[in-house]
């Protein structure tokens, strides 16, 4: 039974931290690009950060760049999201989802049939 858990969720102040987590189970990492969508209420589902199991490469949204880092730890079938300098417009629910063909842009572009795997999501919450 393939399964992603996202965990990590919570409330925090502006200017704050939190640090997501996408356990997998029911498939091998390898070769997948996992990452990770938002959706505002009353907004659109965004892409935020992929990363490529395979070779490290990631891809993150412009509105994260520089506060946001993805990692992946494949032994534990696991990638990280930590949010760091929190905004209240990053308030969201977070979904994980992964691909084993898609890359990139083309990660980020894909729509909810367009990916192999998602996860239910955690919701962020930024006050001000």
């Known amino acids: 039974d393939v399964q992603l858990q996202a965990s990590g969720g919570g409330l925090v102040q502006a200017g704050g931290s939190l640090r997501l987590s996408c356990a997998a189970s029911?498939?091998?990492?390898?070769?997948?690009?996992i990452g990770w969508f938002r959706q505002a209420p009353g907004k659109e589902r965004e892409g935020v950060s992929c990363?490529?199991?395979?070779?490290?490469?990631?891809y993150c949204a412009d509105s994260v760049k520089g506060r946001f880092t993805i990692s992946s730890d494949n032994a534990k079938n696991t990638v990280y999201l930590q949010m760091n300098s929190l905004k209240p417009e990053d308030t969201a629910v977070y979904y994980c989802?992964?691909?084993?063909?898609?890359?990139?842009?083309?990660?980020?572009?894909?729509?909810?049939?367009?990916?192999?795997?998602w996860g239910k999501g955690t919701l962020v919450t930024v006050s001000s």
């Open positions: 989802a992964a691909d084993l063909d898609l890359r990139g842009s083309s990660w980020f572009k894909a729509d909810y049939y367009g990916m192999d795997y």
């Open positions: 029911g498939f091998t990492f390898d070769g997948y690009a």
């Open positions: 990363i490529s199991s395979s070779d490290g490469s990631t």
